[in-house]
């Protein structure tokens, strides 16, 4: 039995390493001329940037984190997480609940106050069940943390409005956070948020996609790189898969790659099916790369909600992960900005995009001088977040309907079109390669 994967980020080789693994006949697609996806890093003038936006390694899901720290081996690296929310030229602890001592006093009351009082409506089935994304998250935390931080920064990383969004996936991935914890943070008792992320992993040397590549390594022969899937036929009881040049048959599929590049290959797609594969909704990333001379704050991360201080809504410090991703001496800095297809940022130059970064860096101070910085670059990612809207689980039943008659299996981040973490695209491949 042969199995063709279509696509080589994490999901697909980590499902060809677990295939493999059991004896099976695999055979990797991918489009680019490396494999890793939104995993690749790139390595410039001695420094290492994750393309797809910064990424470090945690899960709540022990298996799935020790599969990682055994291929990783002695390339990996544990680091504390020292995160923060830029929240009126104030350095927020993160998670926000987390910090809230260190709001102005004013916003402290607003957001304690305001938690408090939903709290007791909520108790006395006073508030509505919420029917949306910003529904939820004022019946969780309060108008307060809502109004300060959440729904700021979540229709800044979204692109789109959190009324429109739906609420079904957030149970579990923002936790509800316990009442004793919001009032030890209101008075200043320290308390930590997010566990199973306090503690994180990064490759020493070869950024993100240095995981990947420890993932692909057994199957390194079985991956077709600069293979862009443009059709695939059903032929007797099996497939052939071609890129317009050349055929690979398969007896099974599995793709990995956006369900929007895999529909178009598929022969007779129902236009109901096209409509709700179209309506799916997903926003785009750039990130840009920054390295300097000198140092940088000692944080891992910053989220940024406010739109003053720049188009970006996440600065991440990858050499404060390993000091081996920058030359000595030197710092650096990732920023991420996601967009929507056709919107401002879309249109920026990428000359834009660093000369507005820089200049946002500096103002904010995270950056001490423009004349520090020595390297730039800019890259985009087309497929970077699902977005739930309120049509989406309408949507995305069609088309998964449609698959699975076609006899396709999906498996990843854009082929679920579920918000996967690399975690989760790796506990996916297990759960497929154990049920074969
Ligand atoms: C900004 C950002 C930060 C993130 N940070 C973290 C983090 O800190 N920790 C974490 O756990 N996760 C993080 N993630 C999530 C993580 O990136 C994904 O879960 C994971 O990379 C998805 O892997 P995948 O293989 O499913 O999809 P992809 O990486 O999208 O891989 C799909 C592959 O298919 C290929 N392909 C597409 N079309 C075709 C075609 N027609 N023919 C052949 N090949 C094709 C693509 O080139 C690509 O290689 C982050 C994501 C983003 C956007």
Redesign the pocket.
């Known amino acids: 039995m042969k199995t063709a994967i279509?696509?080589?980020?994490?999901?697909?080789v980590t499902l060809a390493r677990l295939l493999h693994g059991k004896g099976e006949d695999v055979t990797v697609?991918?489009?680019?001329e490396t494999?890793?996806?939104?995993?690749r890093s790139r390595t410039d003038a001695g420094f290492t940037f994750d393309i797809?936006?910064?990424?470090?390694?945690?899960s709540r899901d022990a298996d799935v984190l020790s599969f990682i720290q055994d291929v990783l081996g002695d390339n990996g690296e544990q680091r504390k997480r020292n995160a923060k929310i830029l929240y009126k030229g104030r350095y927020i602890k993160y998670p926000f609940e987390n910090g809230l001592y260190q709001l102005p006093k004013e916003d402290l009351f607003f957001c304690i106050n305001e938690f408090i009082k939903n709290l007791i409506a909520v108790e006395k089935g006073e508030v509505a069940p919420p029917e949306n994304f910003a529904e939820w998250i004022t019946y969780t935390f309060g108008k307060g943390i809502a109004e300060c931080y959440l729904i700021p920064y979540n229709e800044k990383v979204w692109k789109y409005p959190a009324a429109l969004m739906s609420h079904h996936w957030v149970d579990g991935r923002i936790p509800r956070p316990p009442v004793e914890d919001i009032i030890r943070s209101a008075v200043g008792i320290e308390t930590e948020g997010y566990v199973h992320q306090a503690v994180f992993t990064y490759p020493v040397r070869g950024g993100i996609e240095a995981m990947v590549r420890a993932i692909a390594e057994p199957v390194m022969p079985f991956i077709r790189t600069g293979?862009?899937?443009?059709s695939v036929r059903e032929e007797g009881s099996g497939f052939v898969i071609s890129d317009g040049t050349a055929e690979v048959a398969a007896d099974r599929l599995i793709s990995?790659?956006?369900l929007q590049?895999l529909l178009p290959?598929l022969e007779d797609v129902p236009p109901e099916v096209e409509a709700a594969c179209a309506a799916l909704r997903y926003n785009s990333?750039c990130s840009v790369f920054i390295g300097i001379r000198g140092e940088v704050p000692d944080f891992s991360w910053v989220y940024i909600p406010e739109t003053e201080i720049g188009i970006f809504n996440r600065i991440s410090f990858p050499s404060n992960y390993s000091a081996e991703v920058a030359p000595p001496d030197h710092a650096s800095i990732l920023v991420?900005i996601t967009y929507n297809e056709g919107d401002d940022v879309s249109r920026m130059s990428d000359t834009d995009i660093v000369g507005h970064t820089v200049r946002s860096l500096e103002v904010a101070g995270i950056l001490r001088s423009a004349a520090d910085v020595v390297h730039t670059g800019v890259e985009r990612?087309r497929?970077?977040?699902v977005v739930y809207d309120l049509d989406y689980l309408k949507n995305i039943e069609i088309v998964r309907d449609f698959c699975r008659e076609r006899r396709i299996a999906l498996v990843?981040?854009?082929?679920q079109f579920e918000y996967?973490?690399?975690?989760?695209?790796i506990r996916s491949a297990m759960d497929f390669a154990g049920m074969i």
Do not use: W
């Open positions: 279509l696509g080589g980020g994490l999901t697909g697609l991918e489009q680019e494999i890793g996806g939104l995993c797809g936006g910064s990424h470090v390694i945690f293979f862009a899937v443009s990995t790659i956006p590049n290959c990333l991420e990612q497929f970077a977040y990843g981040r854009f082929a996967l973490n690399m975690d989760g695209c």
